[in-house]
């Protein structure tokens, strides 16, 4: 059996390992740089949501927490609400580490289950990140969510190649 794909995403944040934590697990800041709430209690065992924050509340993502350590590590399966991949669920771990007077944080994105899978996350854990990164420094998000850029220029690309673009 083939080896599932995984991704790694490393970043440095003028912050604490703490206002990350938080910026991970409370549903109103993750709604104001991700367009999401990530809703739970945040203990292991514990389910999680990924929620809209268009007034519709439907979770797009959800799974169950695997470990929480507050402020250092928070481990989850990540999957769409109701999914049961044949082989078995992604799992997202973000690794805040103290780096100096910053904090280096790493996600994890592991079991996924195709390429296809693989090319959506490596558009979109930049992007969620890099707004977060911008709140937590700036305490403004972008000025526009980066993960529609990318949907446009993807758009863009498979109209100049004729829908072939991979």
Known sequence: MAERPSYVYVTYIESTPERVWDALTDADM???????????????GSSWEHRRVDGSDIADVAGTV?????????????????AAPPRGPSRVTFDIEPYHEIVRLT??????????????ISAGWPAVFANLK???ETGHVLPR????????LRAAQLARNDGTAR
């Not at 993750?30 to 292991?44: L, P």
């Open 134 to 136: 911008s709140l937590l």
């Open 107 to 120: 996600v994890t994105h592991e079991n996924l289950a195709d390429e296809s899978a693989l090319d959506a």
């Open 30 to 44: 993750t709604g104001e740089y991700w367009g999401h709430s990530n809703v739970s209690d945040w203990q292991a």
């Open 66 to 82: 695997l470990e929480s350590v507050p402020p250092r590590r928070l481990a989850m399966t990540f999957d769409a609400p109701g």
């Open 145 to 152: 969510a980066p993960w529609e850029m990318h949907a446009e």
